[in-house]
C-alpha cells in the first residue's frame, strides 16, 4: 500500500544545526558541516512558569514545531500533531531515578507530569494554543518512521493538513551507558494531502525490506546512527538538494520504510 502527502515546510535543529535553511545548506553541501552541542532556545509561547520547567525533550519539540508551522503559514490552533520519541525525558527520568534511590523519596509534582511521554505534546497544546487532536508514539530506534507513517495516514484518510514533530536528547550517566544518545535533536514536517505554492515535495510512502539510505559526510552519518530522530537525515538531504529519488529510512528490524521524492515541477505526472 502506498500512501502520499506533500511537505509544506520543515524544522530543524540538532548537534550545529540551527535551523531548516541552515540545515538545507549543510545537507546539501553548500556550507561544511561543524558538529557542535546542540542550542536550545527557551520554549517559545509557554507561560513563565511552565517556561522554566521544560526540559531539553520538551525544548527540543517546541523549537522545531514551531519553525516548521512559522514557515508553513498555517494555523497552528487548528492543525492537528503527531509526535514521536524513542524516550522521555532522560534528564528529568535520572533524576527522579536518584531520588526514589534515596533517602527522601518524595517526588516534585514537576518532575512527575515531566517524564510522561506525551508531556511535549502537553506543552505544545499550551504553547501554540493548539486545540486539534495530536497522537504521541514510540517505536525505539524507528520512532521518526512511525511518526512519519501515522502522519502521512491521518493526511491520506482524514484529508487535512498534519504536523509531525519527531525529538530525542541525551541520557546522563549511567543510562547513557545503555542508551548512548549523545546530544538533542529534533525535526518537524508540516504535511497536507494537496500541493500548494509552498509545497516543497510530494511524498510517496511505502513500507520495502531494502537497506535505510546513509549519509556521505561521516559525521552527519554518525549522527544519523546515533539519534533516532535523526534517522530523518536522509529525507532532508534530499529536500535540501532538490533531489528526487528515493530515500529509505530505518523503521523495524526487518521492515525499512520507502519514500519517493517528487519535486514541485514534477507534481503533474504520473507516480
Known amino acids: 500500500m502506498r500512501l502520499s502527502a506533500f511537505i509544506e515546510s520543515?524544522?530543524?535543529?540538532?548537534?550545529?544545526?540551527?535551523?531548516?535553511?541552515?540545515?538545507?545548506?549543510?545537507?546539501a553541501a553548500?556550507?561544511?558541516y561543524a558538529s557542535a552541542r546542540t542550542v536550545l532556545p527557551p520554549p517559545a509561547g509557554l507561560p513563565s512558569a511552565e517556561r522554566r520547567r521544560t526540559g531539553p525533550v520538551v525544548r527540543t519539540a517546541l523549537a522545531v514545531g514551531h519553525e516548521a508551522v512559522a514557515a508553513s503559514g498555517r494555523d497552528a490552533t487548528t492543525l492537528a500533531a503527531v509526535f514521536a520519541a524513542s524516550g522521555g525525558d532522560g534528564q528529568?527520568?535520572?533524576?527522579?531515578?536518584?531520588?526514589?534511590a534515596g533517602d527522601d523519596r518524595q517526588l516534585s509534582p514537576t518532575r512527575f507530569h515531566n517524564s510522561v511521554?506525551?508531556?511535549?505534546?502537553?506543552?505544545?497544546?499550551?504553547?501554540?494554543?493548539?486545540?486539534?487532536?495530536?497522537?504521541?508514539?514510540?517505536?525505539?530506534?524507528?520512532?521518526?518512521a512511525a511518526g512519519l507513517l501515522e502522519s502521512v495516514c491521518q493526511v491520506a484518510v482524514d484529508g487535512v493538513p498534519t504536523l509531525l514533530i519527531a525529538y530525542?536528547?541525551?541520557?546522563?550517566?549511567?543510562?547513557?551507558?545503555?542508551?548512548?544518545?549523545?546530544?538533542?535533536?529534533?525535526?518537524?514536517?508540516?504535511?497536507?494531502?494537496?500541493?500548494?505554492?509552498?509545497?516543497?515535495?510530494?511524498?510517496?510512502v511505502t513500507l520495502t525490506d531494502a537497506n535505510a539510505t546513509p549519509l556521505a559526510t561521516p559525521e552527519l552519518e554518525a549522527l544519523r546512527t546515533n539519534n533516532p530522530a535523526a534517522r530523518a537525515l536522509p529525507l532532508l538531504e534530499?529536500?535540501?538538494?532538490r533531489r528526487p529519488g528515493r530515500v529509505v529510512i530505518d523503521y523495524l528490524p526487518e521492515t525499512r520504510v520507502q519514500i519517493d521524492v517528487t519535486m514541485p515541477e514534477r507534481f503533474g505526472e504520473p507516480s
Open 10 to 27: 520543515v524544522g530543524v535543529i540538532g548537534p550545529g544545526l540551527t535551523g531548516w535553511a541552515h540545515t538545507a545548506d549543510v545537507l
Open 238 to 241: 534530499a529536500l535540501a538538494a
Open 92 to 100: 528529568n527520568c535520572h533524576a527522579i531515578c536518584e531520588t526514589l
Open 117 to 144: 511521554h506525551n508531556a511535549p505534546a502537553g506543552y505544545w497544546s499550551i504553547a501554540a494554543r493548539a486545540r486539534a487532536t495530536s497522537n504521541v508514539l514510540c517505536a525505539h530506534d524507528g520512532s521518526f
Open 168 to 204: 530525542d536528547t541525551d541520557y546522563p550517566e549511567p543510562l547513557h551507558a545503555v542508551r548512548p544518545i549523545d546530544d538533542a535533536f529534533g525535526v518537524a514536517l508540516v504535511l497536507a494531502p494537496q500541493a500548494s505554492a509552498a509545497a516543497l515535495a510530494r511524498l510517496d
Open 30 to 32: 553548500r556550507m561544511p
